[in-house]
């Protein structure tokens, strides 16, 4: 009870926030929602199954490439692009885990990784059909949806807004389900999970392929929303943010994903203001929160102050 | 003398793990009768645990054969072999730290489906008096109850055969009859195989005793025949 008037309270929230922001403020607030729709699904691998990935970028393109190419090549429009693009996401991260998931631990992360370089280098090497570097700008077309032109900003900040619910609302029921426990289980003691019945192989490629419908689906909406798929979203950098904001919010809590991108967002909004080293502030930021809040903001919180908090 | 038509629940021939030069578990022909209560003993690094390692799949062994009720399951792997019915409690107590109780259980549970869940959970938690802890993280439990969860984690698993690593190891006189009358009441449904070092323990509860001694089977029987058996006597009672 106290959970779900927690989660829906929140989505409440966020619908009242695009009456009292600024249009400018709003259109990050949107940019927040997806990428924490993308920070979300890597919370589902990393922070309750444990697989540390490297290669998320990976999946997040898969998505964007996946709703964008068919929008650019065939017309496409934004509803069936964005399904594309969460299967894109899906089927990526399936082909990833059945070989990835091999391996654990460091060696995990390094697969990943190199996986997600391959797919970056690929975007470069076939830009006659990605654009490579420059990338491409999606057609009008594939920026619509019943009706409704998702450029423009109200439609924009509910089509994000829809996406993050629907997101938070299945994560939430996700984490509470036995497969949920049979996730938290894996993370915490895959040897006794084994000698329990559980086949961690399985669990984890569930896992990963969820990871990789969320990162899909945060790739393609991005596309769609913004108008734009690049390059760029490929690289590492890619990889390294979602994590960041999982660690900051609380890995493994259902509402850091959003805290964590929220408060990074405006750490680097504040810190691009003061100084143009402001990613020196942010690492010091960071290296402050391991430090003194290895779990997280809302894991700091869970553990002290509110068990209850899934 | 055993049936011929009675299908031992597990049998072993030629089961075989060498670690380098050390033949851990060396050309074991073992039978576990269906209801029994089967003890395995012997000394320290005699080759207990990995051979029970091998029954419940966390190994595989370098020859040999394994058979669940004439089932071949040497090649199985260990999360199949649960589903089979074989549950394995660690000798060093392995539960999920940072989760409830309640939760330890309940993916045990799960393995046979999640009708009921969290009655089968609390019922499970109740047969080793454990049902009043259930939302207490499982690392705060005393180091008795958290060997009483690693019995209600295997008991969840509903198995034919429960083994047991050295259960009652670091438990208190009187937690250790409470253990006694527990293993009682699972036989016959349950068939247990129990690694144990109390021998008063063996020889109240075991109805069945097997001796490993540097990976081989010493001697195998009842209580009474191992304890007039001179190998035994010599290798192992000795004193
Ligand atoms: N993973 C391993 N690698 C190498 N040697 C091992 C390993 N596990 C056990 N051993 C050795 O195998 C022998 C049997 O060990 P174990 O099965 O634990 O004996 P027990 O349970 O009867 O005390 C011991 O000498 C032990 O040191
Ligand atoms: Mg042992």
Redesign the pocket.
């Given at each position: 009870m106290k959970v779900w008037t927690l989660h829906l309270g929140l989505i409440v929230v966020l619908f009242a926030a695009q009456f009292w922001l600024s249009p400018y403020h709003s259109t990050n607030l949107a940019r927040i929602m997806v990428l924490a729709v993308f920070a979300m699904g890597y919370n589902l691998a990393f922070g309750y199954t444990g697989l540390l990935s490297l290669g998320h970028a990976l999946f997040f393109a898969a998505g964007m490439y996946g709703a964008g190419l068919p929008a650019q090549l065939w017309g496409v429009t934004a509803g069936p692009a964005l399904i594309l693009g969460i299967l894109a996401g899906g089927g990526m991260a399936a082909a990833v885990g059945l070989l990835a998931l091999r391996t654990a631990g460091v060696s995990f992360m390094i697969v990943t990784l190199m996986f997600a370089q391959a797919g970056y280098l690929a975007i470069l090497y076939f830009a006659a059909v990605t654009g490579g570097d420059e990338g491409f700008t999606l057609p009008a077309a594939a920026r619509s949806i019943a009706g409704l032109d998702l450029s423009s900003d109200t439609p924009r900040f509910l089509a994000a807004l829809t996406l993050f619910a629907v997101g938070l609302l299945v994560s939430l029921a996700l984490v509470r389900s036995p497969f949920g426990r049979s996730m938290v289980a894996i993370r915490e003691n895959e040897e006794r999970s084994r000698m329990l019945g559980l086949n961690p192989f399985t669990v984890k490629l569930v896992a990963l392929v969820l990871s990789g419908l969320y990162a899909g689906a945060a790739g393609a909406a991005y596309g769609i929303l913004f108008g734009y798929a690049g390059a760029s979203f490929a690289t590492i950098q890619y990889s390294i943010l979602p994590m960041l904001y999982v660690l900051l919010g609380g890995a493994g809590t259902i509402l850091g994903p959003f805290l964590g991108a929220a408060l990074m967002f405006a750490l680097i909004e504040v810190a691009s203001g003061v100084t143009s080293a402001y990613l020196f502030l942010v690492g010091a930021a960071l290296v402050a929160l391991v430090l003194f809040a290895p779990r997280g903001i809302l894991g700091t919180i869970r553990e002290r102050w509110a068990k209850w908090l899934p | 003398m055993a049936s011929v038509i009675e299908m031992p629940l597990i049998r072993t021939r030629d089961l075989t793990l060498h670690?380098?030069g050390?033949r851990?578990?060396d050309g074991v022909d073992f039978t576990l009768g269906s209801g029994d209560i089967h003890a395995l003993i012997?000394?320290?690094?005699?080759?207990?645990?990995?051979?029970v390692?091998l029954l419940a799949g966390r190994?595989m062994p370098q020859s040999g054969q394994i058979f669940l009720a004439g089932e071949d399951i040497t090649r199985l792997p260990a999360h199949a072999r649960v589903r089979k019915g074989i549950a394995y409690t660690f000798?060093i107590t392995s539960i999920f730290p940072r989760l409830t109780v309640f939760d330890n259980v309940a993916i045990a549970v799960q393995t046979h489906g999640t009708k009921d869940l969290s009655t089968r959970t609390r019922a499970a938690l109740a047969r080793v008096g454990l049902d009043g802890l259930q939302a207490q993280e499982a690392q705060t439990l005393s180091y008795g109850h958290q060997r009483l969860l690693e019995l209600a984690m295997g008991l969840a698993l509903r198995p034919r055969v429960l083994i047991l690593?050295e259960p009652t190891q670091g438990l208190a006189a009187s937690e250790i009859e409470g253990f006694k009358s527990l293993v009682r009441s699972l036989v016959p449904e349950v068939t247990v195989l129990l690694?144990e070092h109390n021998m008063e323990v063996v020889m109240d509860i075991a109805t069945r005793i097997t001796v490993?001694n540097f990976?081989q089977v010493l001697a195998t029987g009842t209580p009474a025949e191992i304890r007039a058996s001179p190998a035994v006597q010599e290798a192992y009672l000795g004193a």
């Open positions: - | 670690f380098g050390l851990a578990v012997g000394p320290n690094g005699a080759g207990k645990t990995t051979f390692g190994r000798q690593d690694i490993l990976g």
